[in-house]
Nanobody
């Protein structure tokens, strides 16, 4: 059973930064792409970022491009999300997502094999 455990959420002022981490266990981490989704209050969960198995390719939603950076450390079985220039509209629960297919980065719910429990990010204006 794959387990994903997020950490690093919290409260930050607009313009600030946060770094989320997701520690994975239960399968060979480096064999699968990873991603982050987010769900704002009253809205559906949406794709934010994703990264390939090796980390050589990254994918970003338009709303976070240029501000967020995803990375991974396969030796530590961990994926990171660096969030800069945060805006109040970034307020959401952020979910780590493990890809279902080794060559398909998780960009939709159907691409995801496992979810973390979520971590709250709140950006105040």
């Amino acid at each position: 059973q794959v387990q994903l455990v997020e950490s690093g959420g919290g409260l930050v002022q607009a313009g600030g930064s946060l770094r989320l981490s997701c520690a994975a266990s239960g399968r060979t981490f480096s064999n699968y792409p990873m991603g982050w989704f987010r769900q704002a209050p009253g809205k559906e969960r949406e794709f934010a970022v994703a990264i390939s198995r090796s980390g050589g390719r990254t994918y970003y939603a338009d709303s976070v491009t240029g501000r967020f950076t995803i990375s991974r450390d396969n030796a530590k079985n961990t994926v990171y999300l660096q969030m800069n220039s945060l805006k109040p509209e970034d307020t959401a629960v952020y979910f780590c997502a493990g890809g279902k297919n080794p060559i398909v980065a998780p960009a939709t719910n159907q691409d995801v094999a496992s979810w973390g429990q979520g971590t709250q990010v709140t950006v105040s204006s």
